[in-house]
């Protein structure tokens, strides 16, 4: 029997239209699909009607199935000779566990590539209408995750970030928005600093609400926001409201 391949696949940040070429051709090759909560299902409109389709998403506090159940089907499916895609959103290798996969893809001896995907810092960021740097105001940003399972090592150095980084994305830290915040400020951030949470970015759902970091976990609370949402932190910020401004200046202008 012939030996499959594992296709470690990026989906992009939600808008099924901001995925690649090459990935959109992977899922319409594909014999087997594991897709995650986070991939818009539009995307699987495109794989041949017989191909099997496997969710196995994972929401806070909530897995449909463990990661080692992922990655055994995962192997268990090219053992028998299949492609199989599995589909993440935004970039596999951004706080997507493809490393994993990938890891225990070679352990089992089969053959595997990686697609990389649009991160959500770049897509959502740039669907609000902020550029992570620009001139004059950030040279620098990071990418770091809010929420770090205890196992995994020591936490985030928040006073390393508050001090040396220009733009901070945050991932997955809305259920610790106001431990970030007291941490960052603590760290020296002042409270003045902007800060926007993009909600299901670069989709018909997108919301994006703007505040400062002094009150932002009041604000999200107020607001409503929920996962999946995108925390950016910097002056940055400011450029959205800026082109806010401008358009509003020019609709005015034509009308």
């Known amino acids: 029997m012939r030996t499959g ?28 699909i594991l897709y995650d909560r986070l991939v818009n299902e539009e995307l699987l409109g495109f794989a041949r009607p017989e191909a ?20 055994h089907l995962m192997v268990e499916h090219a053992a028998m000779g299949k492609h199989v895609v599995r ?3 935004g970039d596999p290798l951004v706080f997507g566990r493809g490393g994993e996969e ?30 992570l740097t620009h001139r004059g105001i950030a040279a620098s940003f990071a ?3 809010g929420s770090r399972c205890r196992e995994h090592g020591a936490p985030v150095d928040w ?16 259920a610790n928005l106001g431990e970030i915040r007291a941490q960052l400020i603590q760290s020296g951030k002042s409270a003045a600093t902007p800060v926007a ?9 997108e919301r994006t609400v703007t505040g400062t970091l002094g009150t932002i976990d009041k604000l999200a609370a107020v607001m409503k926001i929920s996962n999946p949402a995108l925390i950016v932190i910097g002056e940055v910020v400011n450029v959205r409201e800026q082109l806010l401004g401008l358009q509003q200046t020019v609709r005015a202008q034509i009308g």
């Open 5 to 32: 391949i594992i296709s470690i696949v990026g989906a992009g940040p939600g808008d099924p239209e901001l995925i690649t070429v090459k990935a959109l051709r992977r899922i319409q090759n594909a014999d087997v």
């Open 143 to 145: 990418v770091v995750t």
């Open 87 to 89: 589909l993440k959103g």
């Open 197 to 205: 949470l993009i909600e299901n970015g670069t989709t018909a759902l």
């Open 102 to 131: 990938a890891l225990t893809a070679a352990a089992a001896g089969i053959p595997y590539e990686i697609i990389p995907g649009m991160t959500s810092a770049i897509g959502a960021a740039a669907s609000a209408g902020i550029p």
């Open 159 to 174: 006073a390393a970030l508050a001090r040396g980084v220009d733009t901070l994305v945050i991932y997955m830290g809305m």
């Open 52 to 71: 099997l389709r496997i969710y196995c998403g994972k929401a806070p506090g909530r897995h449909s199935m463990p990661q080692e159940a992922t990655e």
